[in-house]
């Protein structure tokens, strides 16, 4: 049986402004925002939130898949100013990657020997976790190509039967034919 997974994930983002008389991207300006969206594979909404121009945001995921994020700016006035371009820079940390351990570690006092064995078995559940989702994703697999073939060989039974009572049906009409003309 599979088992859910939840998953924590950290975005941190920061957005660039492009400067017409420089010709360079330059940080933004604290009254452009961003609203941040994420949903989840099954287009439920995870997070939907407002954020400054640079910010860090930070969801749980309990369904495993290809998750979507969207950043809207909160102003087009800004950008149409700056010539429409905003450059926005994203980084994604997932699972184990998303912890940080050396606050982890002078939260717990844990020594370096401590840390890194709480590091180690992070990445195994992480590791199982991935193996599990695999296990998931393969099943799937095979159900949908379970259902391709069994809908291929109908398919192909209907093709036949209707190929053989066409002929069935061409032979009469030229038997017919044959004898209405006296030729049999």
Not at 135 to 162: D, G, P
Request: aromatic share 10%.
């Amino acid at each position: 049986m599979w088992k859910r997974m939840v998953r924590i994930e950290i975005g941190n983002y920061r957005t660039q402004m492009w400067d017409k008389q420089k010709e360079v991207f330059l940080p933004s300006t604290p009254g452009l925002g961003m609203h941040v969206e994420v949903k989840d594979p099954e287009g439920k909404v995870v997070l939907s939130r407002q954020y400054g121009s640079e910010g860090r945001f930070t969801f749980t995921s309990h369904t495993p898949g290809d998750h979507q994020i969207c950043l809207h700016s909160n102003s087009t006035r800004m950008v149409l100013f700056t010539g429409g371009r905003l450059r926005v820079h994203l980084d994604i940390q997932v699972g184990e990657h998303a912890n940080n351990y050396p606050e982890i570690a002078a939260k717990d006092k844990l020594t370096e020997l401590q840390l890194r064995a709480r590091q180690l078995l992070d990445q195994v559940e992480q590791i199982q976790k991935e193996q599990d989702y695999q296990r998931y994703r393969e099943e799937r697999f095979r159900l949908t190509s379970e259902s391709t073939n069994q809908r291929v060989l109908w398919w192909s039974i209907t093709q036949t039967v209707i190929l053989i009572l066409t002929g069935i049906w061409q032979m009469r009409h030229l038997k017919s034919f044959f004898e209405a003309k006296k030729l049999v």
